[in-house]
């Protein structure tokens, strides 16, 4: 049995949107990927793929991130 997943536009739009925000954060704050995947315990590729909108992650990795970024999830996705 295969599965399929269809992403529309908008949502491509917006998990574009999530990692361009991420990125903006992450190097205010002065962080690698590394450093940032290190403190959100998730590994350190995944960092890199979300910001390039590769993949749509978890809300529970996004939660991870916000907090080893100390900000508020709406941050990422206002």
Same mark, same amino acid.
């Not at 949107?17 to 998730?42: F, Y």
């Not at 979300?50 to 990795?61: D, Q």
């Given at each position: 049995?295969?599965?399929y997943c269809?992403i529309?536009?908008?949502?491509i ?9 991420l990125?903006?954060?992450?190097l205010a704050k002065? &962080?690698?990927?590394v450093?940032? @995947? ?5 590994p +350190?590729?995944?960092?890199?793929r ?6 749509n992650?978890?809300?529970?990795? &996004?939660?991870?991130?916000?907090? @080893?970024?100390g900000?508020e999830?709406? +941050?990422l996705?206002?």
């Amino acid at each position: 049995m295969q599965f399929y997943c269809v992403i529309n536009k908008n949502e491509i739009l917006f998990i574009n949107s999530v990692g361009k925000k991420l990125r903006e954060k992450r190097l205010a704050k002065n &962080l690698s990927q590394v450093n940032l @995947a290190s403190d959100a315990n998730i590994p +350190e590729s995944q960092i890199g793929r979300i910001e390039r909108g590769e993949i749509n992650t978890t809300i529970g990795t &996004l939660f991870k991130i916000c907090n @080893a970024l100390g900000i508020e999830f709406k +941050e990422l996705i206002e």
